[in-house]
């Protein structure tokens, strides 16, 4: 069992910025993969950033969001900087974990989402 809870959505004004944080608590041995997807009404969910050892992001928020994790505290960060109205979205936050150490097997976890609304 992991929960997965995302905070600090909100709404703001185009070219500001906002910072979102994923928590994941549980039964985990190690996270192997933390990540962050949206996505937008009538369109089909999209990667926003991912992080393991090095980082990727989407074309679309690349040099304006920024991820990032806390390993002690099992949670993860999106920085987003110069927002657009096209960011408006759901955000979710993706985890894929290890549960134990006699197991190697990956589990995928989902966040509830938090709204992010960017205005013209």
């Known amino acids: 069992q992991v929960q997965v809870v995302e905070s600090g959505g909100g709404l703001v004004q185009a070219g500001g910025s906002l910072r979102l944080s994923c928590a994941a608590s549980?039964?985990?041995?190690?996270?192997?993969?933390m990540g962050w997807y949206r996505q937008a009404p009538g369109k089909q969910r999209e990667l926003v950033a991912t992080?393991?050892?090095?980082?990727k992001y989407g074309d679309s928020v690349k040099g304006r969001f920024t991820i990032s994790r806390d390993n002690a505290k099992n949670t993860v960060y999106l920085q987003m900087s110069s927002l657009k109205p096209e960011d408006t979205a759901v955000y979710y936050c993706?985890?894929?974990?290890?549960?134990?150490?006699?197991?190697?097997?990956?589990?995928?976890?989902w966040g509830q989402g938090t709204q992010v609304t960017v205005s013209s």
């Open positions: 549980g039964s985990i041995f190690s996270i192997n993969v």
């Open positions: 992080i393991t050892s090095s980082t």
């Open positions: 993706n985890v894929v974990v290890r549960s134990s150490s006699w197991s190697a097997d990956e589990y995928e976890y």
